[in-house]
């Protein structure tokens, strides 16, 4: 059946942006003392990042009823 197909790297750089977005939107709460992100923020980001991402995708295949490729 046909796919939807995704480059690595546009898939990359969605969810670097997607990072962007949790961690702008949390400003500094999870900053240490230097200012530093700390484990939990990125541990946030990541997940918020890789939900968002899934969710985003599931979107299209429920449109297009069929599946994404992300070709390496």
Request: glycine content about 4%; proline content about 0%; hydrophobic content about 40%.
């Amino acid at each position: 059946s046909k796919k939807m197909i995704m480059t690595k790297k546009l898939a990359n750089e969605l969810m670097d942006n997607l990072m962007c977005v949790a961690i702008s939107a949390t400003g500094g709460a999870f900053r240490d003392a230097d200012g530093h992100f700390n484990q939990k923020q990125l541990d946030f980001a990541q997940e918020y990042a890789r939900r968002t991402f899934c969710d985003i995708l599931e979107v299209w295949e429920d449109q297009m009823d069929t599946e994404w490729l992300i070709e390496k």
